[in-house]
């Protein structure tokens, strides 16, 4: 795989320490604030970043000054999409972030010799396109509120991956955030989490942490099937 295969890699799960021990490129720790660019869209393309700690949105600029979050990136993902040599997206920190920053230069150089890497990093496109397609499955429903669920689910089930034992889901991404990912309003976010509160579905602390308080209540507030019946009802 040469530069041509590294360029499809967005955000993938290094999984273990002991695989990123395996992967032994030469990488130096960098640390950002919260609100500092990694990169901007558009620039060229010198490094991937292995997230130790903290939280990382990717996004488009469209040209109204709005984003258009495509990714949140978590510990353990690699971060740096990357289009003809070129950041195809910017990379913010939504916290405090610690990260190795790889050279590309170092990772198409151990490329041609380590088929380990080769097999590492298609992993990390496999996992890349599973977000895309849970991503375009949530923006494919049509209510706000189904889309706050399945993004809290989606949440969840990061949590679980890193064996999370609290049963209270970390949000760290501000409601606007949310809203440009997910593809709604920051009233509708608010309206959706505020409805999911009063049904007795989820538990809200601090606005940072949600936890799940009935999981049929919590199926049922999301379930698309009222919208569909209406439609339905309504053709």
């Given amino acids: 795989m040469t530069m041509a295969g590294v360029e499809s890699v967005a955000s993938g799960d290094l999984s273990t320490a002991r695989e990123r021990t395996e992967l032994t490129l030469p990488s130096s720790f960098v640390r950002f604030r919260k609100g500092e660019l ?11 970043f292995n997230l130790i700690t903290g939280v990382v949105k990717s996004y488009i600029a469209v040209q109204d000054g709005t984003q258009h979050i495509i990714a949140f990136s978590f510990p353990d993902d690699l ?5 003809e040599g070129k950041h195809a997206c910017s990379a ?15 990772i198409n150089a151990r490329l041609r010799s380590d088929p380990d890497l080769e097999f590492h990093l298609i992993s990390q496109l496999s996992h890349e396109l599973r977000q895309a397609q849970a991503h375009a499955f949530l923006l494919s429903r049509q ?4 889309r706050i669920g399945l993004f809290l689910r989606m949440l969840e089930t990061h949590q679980k991956t890193l064996r999370v034992a609290s049963p209270e889901i ?3 991404m501000k409601r606007s955030d949310i ?5 709604i309003s920051l009233e509708a976010v608010s309206r959706s989490f505020r409805t999911l509160v ?11 942490y ?8 919590f199926d049922a507030a999301i379930s698309d099937k009222r919208e569909c019946r209406s439609e339905e009802e309504g053709r």
Avoid: W
Avoid at 92 to 98: I, K, P
Avoid at 143 to 146: F, M
Avoid at 210 to 217: F, G, N, P, Q, S
């Fill in 198 to 208: 009063n049904r007795g579905a989820i538990a809200i602390r601090d606005r940072r």
């Fill in 210 to 217: 949600v936890e799940i308080t009935d999981d049929a209540l």
């Fill in 179 to 183: 809203g440009a990912y997910v593809g």
């Fill in 143 to 146: 209510r706000a509120i189904t």
């Fill in 170 to 172: 970390y949000v760290p």
């Fill in 79 to 83: 971060v740096g999409l990357v289009l």
């Fill in 38 to 48: 990694l990169y901007r869209g558009g620039q060229p393309a010198d490094a991937l």
């Fill in 92 to 106: 913010e920190a939504l916290t405090a972030v610690t990260a190795y920053r790889m050279p590309m230069v170092a």
